[in-house]
């Protein structure tokens, strides 16, 4: 697999995760923490249940905690356009925060400062985020504590979400000793301090973990009067007046107003802070305050929130300092004191004039109006307690002022909410990989079961939409992406087909806005879905401004039908709205062609697809295999819906779009003469549309991307290029139109002219491959970038949120990819494939009611019945029906089948072939040579230089003897260059593979050796050895996996320059894998046993291609792969004579079951030319 490094997006994976799962959870790595961008946190570790998305605020240098609030359905559009635009306007997105909440700690008016990176978890099984800071200080480093802090959101009542902070563990440096609680030295416990409280509220959800020990023996000598604090848990809730205009009651309810929409929101919030002692518990009194924005204390006006009307307080106790100077929300933000008159019944009051400009923008103050509650306690020795716990709850309704709510759910309640949802669906999930180079256990699973559960999050709220980012942050994530929902609604039809009929729900809810939008494109029937949206509206585009594009209709069309294939069972009510859908959308088809060659063919010009890159052209072939599809899947499905709707319900679907029987059949005969374009004649793969093979290529300049921000777009659409892979996802949602060949030629094809600025491509890709080259394809390069887009941060966007596409796309490209599952109206069929690298996977699919696990390892392909009565499905090709039941009819219970996997080798005697690099390519050896010289002779400069040392150079001879020969007692340590430098005088360390090639060590040579090799191959690459590759392809042409392999760190180098030789293997070693794996150099085997399992090979039935065999190797050993093979090297043979090679005694042979020869010469001019010739090596040298 090749893509063109000059135009593909780079997706590498790093070799080490920025996240690990232990356990249940998913935790940061501690390593990562201290230069990993704190966004990439605050994005993976959010929280959301698709109404609300709680975007936490990562702790920095202090221990407060903020969430920034965003809630569905009340973000909008607001045009930038000042004059009475008709088209499509520039939109920006307003009023998706809600607000902003922070919980702080403060001591002496300062905020506790972390000593340490806090521990950031969260639980795949309860949805709960926690953070737990150990030793946190005081400004004065006189007090410790701890905290633990968890979050969630609610799930039965999906406005609802809270947090809780236990503050725990105090202690302090004193003169004599350290004091904590429950020592002896703690007297006063008994401070006069009375109440009760509920066992239950004493700690929060987290809390539960025991206290750490005392860290620090160092004494500060203090007094015993220092060992006084004023302690303030302050809870702060910011609101942006830019957005809102609001008034509020104290800080229990909240009404908000947007500024540029009817949205209004009611927040209900219950805050308490409970002290803790030994046997006593104690609730605090809050204080509140409103601190309302000022421009600019000294000159501007103050805003009009600053009205004492606003500034609300209860509780007395002034603020007097600590409101002005204890706490700062952030540096950006400036607060004043207010009045304490107001109430309740405040009336909205609106800005004199806003600026969108000012909201959100880098680097800018957001104007805020602060909502200020504190609790106040004193803590000295004798009032020393057991913990603090902070506990805020709040409730979001997008109603008009509504009653307080009796009783909101307590964090317990939330949490248990969720787990109790959660665990019917882990139940019958799964998804697993494993691969044979994995360095960090579940490294692989990681992405799978995190996106599965993000994508089990957002689906409660699927009906209101979901945007691209699943509020995960503002911006233009919050966008409505409905060219992204069809990634969304394969991944639940397959994993929670429930979910799918919510997604498309929320698209008929567009309806409206989509009919009036068909009216303004001159369409005066139908419905036109909007490729971005927020309110069902098109928001301004680089693809839609210019360009018509209507494939959105038909993806909804295709999700609607194969809907109708997977579920279970749709109500009524349900087939009725799905109907409608599906006729409006297909609708519009005859109004965007014209009958053409005397009415027999239509045509669709002048029509984009899906990708960006490529613009309105005639014969675009997505578009029409699309739309052909559509119309012919409308009808199937109406055929479908005589059998569960009445005549009354159809006639009235109908009777609704007034649609007529004239209007059905010219619907039905345009789909009937829409044509796809055919093959390319030359070329003989699909065409993008009829005028792609007439644009530029790229040319040699490296690609700046996204190309769409880097390049103007007629720039773009004049280069031969593609972004998401048209012609590709075609032959996904439509296998049955096309056969292996297909894949093959068109894969082959587009990977180089694809630039991956989208993720969706990957997906697309990945699924194409495994269709092209069945077991001998590739895909986990392509598939881990797609998983690990957000939990490696791999294109740095983790400020924009989360790509809920590539999350939504991740499954189904194992899915679809690996495990060969095709939908259609034949049913559900699997023909799974084992990749090389990958030692095992398995997922799960939910059809018609079952679910069915599919596992795939070395020796078996497993089907489980984990769920439902019965389940029918195909098997592999040309077809096994199988069918798996708990009992059905006379038959007993049958819910699994294991399957052996087979090899496709059509060789008798072997299914693989490892081979070394070193003998592919001609002079390989001299190249080696010579950048070893290069490299050694600089070092040996300084040596005679500064040492005055006669150092004699290296010779070809010595290189031979000492390196190509070189004997290794265990992992790779150059010790052949090592006896070179010792034998003058020169001893080095071994070093690591990070020393930078001026670094004396053995390591940092070999860096600075390959640097000068690197070089050389790039002026002059060497050439392959033409009659190997002839042999290789006959090889690959037979079923015989291959792999490649190297000591060499430039075999990826090697291999890029040559992408038709690098397609031929399907897995390959480098010195890079060799060091990582600690794979032992030569005369071990190690290296080829490794290659052997990466390709699913059985070494006795794998033949090695390799050099110079003739010295050091046990014959025992290599008695366990099939046959080596020593080709010729001119640069040794010429200089040395070949030594006999290593056989087996008769004993050996005996204990083997194996005769000799274990190895077989190859002279350059005889070089077997056909897999017959090596099958007659094979046999033909059989004693």
């Not at 593909?8 to 232990?22: C, G, S, T």
């Not at 609610?154 to 105090?170: E, K, L, N, T």
């Not at 579920?567 to 709205?577: F, K, N, T, W, Y």
Request: net charge negative.
């Amino acid at each position: 697999m090749t893509v063109n490094p000059l135009l593909a997006r780079d997706y590498e994976v790093p070799k080490k995760p920025l996240f690990l799962l232990e356990g249940r959870n998913v935790v940061q790595r501690s390593e990562t923490s201290a230069f990993v961008s704190n966004s990439v946190t605050d994005s993976v570790m959010y929280s959301t249940n698709g109404n609300l998305g709680l975007r936490h605020l990562s702790e920095i240098e202090t221990v407060g905690f903020k969430t920034e609030v965003l809630m569905n359905g009340v973000y909008h559009e607001v045009p930038t356009d000042t004059s009475d635009f008709k088209g499509i306007p520039h939109t920006h997105q307003v009023g998706a925060s809600i607000c902003t909440v922070d919980l702080n700690f403060m001591v002496d008016g300062e905020s506790g400062t972390l000593s340490s990176i806090p521990k950031r978890t969260l639980n795949l099984d309860d949805g709960a985020y926690r953070c737990r800071c150990l030793d946190v200080m005081s400004s004065d480093g006189g007090l410790i504590f701890e905290t633990n802090y968890v979050r969630t959101v609610g799930r039965s009542d999906p406005s609802v979400w809270g947090a809780q902070v236990c503050y725990s563990d105090f202690r302090f440096r004193s003169m004599n000793s350290p004091v904590s609680v429950g020592s002896d030295s703690i007297t006063g416990t008994g401070n006069g301090v009375v109440g009760s409280y509920p066992p239950q509220s004493r700690s929060g959800d987290s809390m539960s973990d025991g206290a750490s020990p005392l860290l620090s023996s160092h004494v500060i000598p203090w007094s015993q009067s220092d060992l006084n604090y004023r302690i303030e848990i302050v809870v702060l809730i910011s609101i942006d007046q830019d957005c809102w205009s609001f008034a509020h009651h104290h800080m229990d309810q909240i009404h908000q107003s947007s500024l540029t929409s009817e949205k209004v929101v009611n927040t209900f919030t219950e805050v308490e802070c409970v002290v803790n002692y030994n046997d006593t518990c104690r609730s605090l009194h809050g204080e509140v305050e409103s601190m309302p924005w000022n421009a600019d204390a000294d000159n501007a006006p103050t805003s009009p929130f600053s009205l004492d009307r606003y500034n609300i307080s209860a509780g007395g106790g002034g603020g007097g300092r600590d409101a002005a100077s204890s706490y700062s929300n952030t540096e950006s933000k400036e607060h004043c004191n207010g009045g304490r008159e107001g109430g309740a019944n405040s009336t909205f009051l609106r800005p004199s004039s806003w600026s969108y400009r000012t909201f959100h923008s880098p680097n800018k103050a957001q104007k805020s109006y602060v909502i200020k509650k504190r609790f106040v306690m004193p803590l000295t020795p004798e009032t020393m307690p057991n913990s603090v716990v902070l506990t805020f709850r709040a409730s979001h309704k997008r109603d008009s002022w509504e009653k307080r709510p009796r009783a909101l759910p307590s964090i317990q309640e939330m949490v248990a909410d969720q787990k109790a949802a959660l665990a019917p669906f882990w139940k019958t999930f799964d998804a697993d990989v494993k691969l044979q180079d994995e360095l960090s256990p579940s490294r692989s699973s990681l992405p799978f079961v995190y996106n599965a559960f993000r994508m089990f999050m957002v689906s409660q709220g699927l009906e209101g939409g979901l945007s691209r980012s699943g509020l995960s942050a503002a911006g233009d994530g919050l966008q409505f992406s409905l060219s992204e929902y069809i990634y969304y609604g394969l991944y639940y039809l397959l994993i929670q087909p429930e979910a799918c009929l919510l997604l498309l729900k929320s698209v008929y809810h567009m309806l409206p806005q989509s009919r009036k939008y068909a009216r303004v494109l001159a369409m005066n029937r139908g419905a036109v879905f909007p490729l971005k949206t927020i309110s069902g509206v098109h928001s301004t585009h680089i693809a839609n401004t210019s360009n018509a594009r209507f494939h959105v209709n038909a993806e909804i069309g295709y999700l609607i039908a194969l809907y109708d294939e997977a579920a279970e069972s749709i109500s009524a009510e349900d087939r009725v709205l799905l109907l409608e859908l599906m006729m409006e959308s297909a609708r519009i088809w005859p109004q965007c062609g014209e009958w053409q060659d005397d009415h027999t063919v239509f045509r669709l010009d002048n029509i984009a697809g899906t990708d960006e890159y490529n613009s309105n052209a005639s014969g675009n072939f997505y578009v029409n295999i699309s739309a052909r599809r559509h119309i012919a899947s409308a009808f199937s499905f109406l055929d479908r819906q005589r059998g569960h709707l009445t005549e009354e319900q159809l006639n009235s679907v109908f009777a609704a779009l007034g649609m007529t029987r004239h209007e059905m059949a010219e619907l039905q005969a345009v789909g009937e003469g829409i044509m796809v374009p055919q093959r390319h004649e030359r070329l003989g793969v699909y065409m993008v549309h009829d005028n792609f093979d007439t644009l530029m290529d790229w040319g040699n300049e490296r690609a700046m991307h996204p190309l769409h921000l880097n390049y103007h777009p007629i720039h773009i659409y004049r280069r031969k290029l593609i972004d998401v892979p048209e012609v590709l996802l075609g032959m996904l949602l439509y296998p049955d139109e096309f056969d292996q060949r297909d894949f093959l030629q068109n894969f082959e094809y587009y990977l180089p002219l694809c630039t991956f600025d989208s993720p969706e491509s990957l997906f697309v890709m990945v699924h194409a491959l495994c269709r092209a080259r069945l077991n001998f394809s590739q895909p986990m390069p392509l598939l881990r970038s797609l998983a690990n887009i957000d939990l490696d941060n791999i294109i740095y966007s983790a400020e924009g949120g989360l790509h809920f596409s590539a999350m939504a796309a991740t499954l189904p490209g194992l899915i679809f990819g690996c495990g060969g599952v095709r939908l259609s109206h034949k049913g559900l069929q699997v023909h799974p494939i084992l990749p090389a690298r990958v030692e095992r996977y398995s997922f799960t699919i939910k059809w018609r009611g079952a679910v069915l696990r599919v596992s795939v390892d070395r020796m078996n392909i497993t089907y489980d019945l984990l769920s439902g009565t019965s389940l029918r499905f195909i098997h592999g090709t040309p077809g096994q029906r199988i069918h798996l039941h708990t009992a059905f009819g006379l038959c007993p219970a049958s819910t699994q089948l294991a399957i052996p996997r087979t090899s496709q080798s059509q060789a008798e005697k072997f299914d693989g072939v490892v081979l070394l690099s070193d003998c592919l390519f001609n002079n390989l050896l001299e190249y080696s040579y010579r950048s070893w010289y290069k490299t050694l002779e600089t070092l040996f400069y300084t040596y005679r230089e500064l040492h005055n040392q006669p150092i004699p150079s290296l010779t070809p001879e010595e290189f031979i003897e000492k390196v190509v020969y070189q004997r290794e007692d265990g992992e790779i340590a150059f010790s052949g260059i090592h006896e070179i430098l010792r034998s003058r005088g020169v001893n080095l360390e071994l070093g690591t593979p990070e020393d930078a090639e001026i670094v004396e060590t053995r390591h940092g040579l070999a860096n600075a050796k390959l640097a000068e090799m690197t070089e050389m191959i790039f002026m002059s690459p060497p050439f392959v050895n033409a009659g190997l590759f002839k042999l290789l392809r006959g090889l690959v042409e037979n079923g015989v996996a291959l792999a490649v392999v190297s000591y060499n760190r430039a075999l990826k180098l090697l291999l890029s320059l040559n992408p038709q030789l690098a397609r031929l293997f399907v897995a390959s070693i480098d010195g890079e894998e060799a060091h990582d794996w600690k794979i032992k150099g030569q005369p071990h085997l190690d290296l080829y046993t490794r290659a052997a399992e990466k390709i699913h090979v059985d070494p006795s039935r794998c033949l090695v291609i390799s050099h110079h065999l003739d010295r050091g190797f046990d014959a025992k050993e290599m008695s366990r792969f099939r046959m080596f093979f020593d080709v010729e090297d001119p640069f040794v043979s010429s200089r040395f004579p070949s030594s006999p090679y290593p056989t087996l005694t008769p004993e050996e042979s005996k204990e083997t079951g194996r005769d000799n020869p274990v190895v077989c010469r190859i002279d350059l001019s005889r070089i077997p030319s056909s897999i017959d010739e090596v099958e007659d090596m094979v046999d033909g040298r059989r004693v």
